[in-house]
């Protein structure tokens, strides 16, 4: 059956409860002409002396089919199909609801499934990139159908890649809060011949992710020392996460990627396929992260720092192929 086909004219006494079936205009000379009903409004008692006055005492209504859907009962049955963990929907408006963040932290985005959805004919599914850090009513995902109208059986078909899936196509994991040690490389900062830039700057970036700089310590350009120092937050603090700042480059005193070897840490990878940021190193120690930041996380404001900083806050595990997939859309500056 064909949406048409669901028309049907009524005397617009009998029309309460029914659906309008396409947008009534209202005109009056100088003053207003514009919608007065939105196609799918369904009629109340009070539309009735409106609808009089624009000369309707017929209109069409749609009556719905078994099987077939209103736009706002489509889009509702996708949003709550798509919604995981600390997402909350909007009512429908003009036929479409919008999923959003009930919490500050990471955005999570199926997006094989969020594809597939969209490969189905007439369905929409609009979502933020996956990773993005959130604000409590951060939106996440819009939900929509082309049609006034849509078969049931699509969003059927939508329902079940959502529950076959193994995540939810949209969901927020909260921020845990991490103890944070920062090691400060660099004879020049450790002499008193310049002062430190990067101490303020990491404080700021992990504060604002509900975590902490327990200590910030500062280390010469000698291996041994930066070894010395990973090992106190590592064993003394037991830190959650360590960071040590400065020579990650390729002049004779860069020291941190070889110290961090050296503290036994596992390198995830050395070296990263993001402007800014691309000497930025990722390892554990054990199960504790340890990143070597590179010079420009002090002066630019998103680096592959940024990128990876959140999700270690939310409590992932960060793996080669992570590291890999920074580099397409990665090129902010540099
Ligand atoms: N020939 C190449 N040169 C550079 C490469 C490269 O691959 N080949 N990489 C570039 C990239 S990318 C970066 S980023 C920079 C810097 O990396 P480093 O982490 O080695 O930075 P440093 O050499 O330690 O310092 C650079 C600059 O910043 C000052 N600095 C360092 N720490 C602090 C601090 N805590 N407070 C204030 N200022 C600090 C330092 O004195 C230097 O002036 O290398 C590129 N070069
Ligand atoms: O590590 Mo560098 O950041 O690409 O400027």
Same mark, same amino acid.
């Given at each position: 059956m064909r949406p048409e086909s669901m028309l049907r004219e009524v005397k617009v &006494?009998? %029309? @309460?409860?029914?659906?309008?079936?396409?947008?009534?205009?209202? @005109?009056?000379? /100088?003053?207003?002409? /514009?919608?007065?009903?939105?196609?799918g409004h369904k009629i109340r008692e009070e539309d009735i002396p409106a609808l009089l006055s624009i000369g309707k005492e017929h209109i069409y209504v749609m009556d719905i089919q078994e099987g077939w859907l209103h736009e706002d009962d489509a889009a509702f049955r996708m949003a709550r199909a798509?919604? /995981?963990?600390?997402? &909350? #929907?909007? !009512?429908?408006? &003009? /036929?479409?609801i919008t999923l959003k963040s009930t919490i500050h932290g990471l955005a999570k985005i199926h997006k094989p #499934?969020?594809? %597939?959805? *969209?490969? @189905?004919?007439? #369905?929409?599914? !609009?979502?933020?990139?996956?990773?993005?850090?959130?604000?409590?009513?951060?939106?996440?995902?819009?939900?929509?159908?082309?049609? #006034?109208?849509?078969?049931?059986?699509? @969003?059927?078909?939508?329902?079940?890649?959502? *529950? &076959?899936? !193994?995540?939810?196509?949209?969901?927020?994991k909260p921020f845990h809060s991490l103890r944070v040690g920062l090691i400060t490389t660099g004879s020049e900062v450790f002499k008193g011949r310049i002062q430190d830039k990067f101490g303020p700057i990491v404080r700021e970036k992990v504060a604002a992710l509900g975590s902490e700089v327990i200590e910030q310590r500062l280390a010469p350009d000698e291996s041994d020392v930066i070894v010395r120092e990973i090992r106190y937050f590592l064993e003394e603090q037991k830190a959650d996460l360590i960071l040590v700042t400065g020579g990650m480059s390729v002049d004779p005193d860069d020291r941190t990627p070889g110290a961090i070897r050296q503290a036994g840490a596992r390198i995830v990878s050395y070296g990263t396929p993001m402007l800014p940021g691309s000497m930025l190193l990722v390892g554990y120690l054990d199960d504790v992260p340890i990143m070597g930041l590179p010079g420009c996380v002090m002066h630019d404001p998103y680096t592959s720092f940024d990128a990876l900083l959140p999700r270690i806050c939310a409590g992932e595990q960060i793996v080669r192929a992570d590291i890999t997939e920074l580099g397409y859309g990665g090129l902010y500056g540099c």
């Open positions: &006494e009998d %029309a @309460i409860g029914l659906m309008l079936a396409h947008d009534l205009t209202q @005109i009056i000379p /100088g003053k207003f002409k /514009g919608r007065l009903f939105t196609k798509a919604s /995981g963990a600390n997402v &909350e #929907l909007t !009512s429908p408006h &003009e /036929g479409k #499934l969020v594809d %597939a959805i *969209n490969s @189905i004919d007439q #369905l929409v599914m !609009s979502t933020t990139k996956t990773n993005t850090v959130v604000k409590p009513g951060h939106p996440l995902t819009g939900t929509r159908v082309i049609p #006034l109208l849509v078969e049931e059986t699509s @969003i059927r078909q939508m329902e079940q890649l959502a *529950n &076959e899936a !193994s995540e939810p196509l949209v969901q927020v």
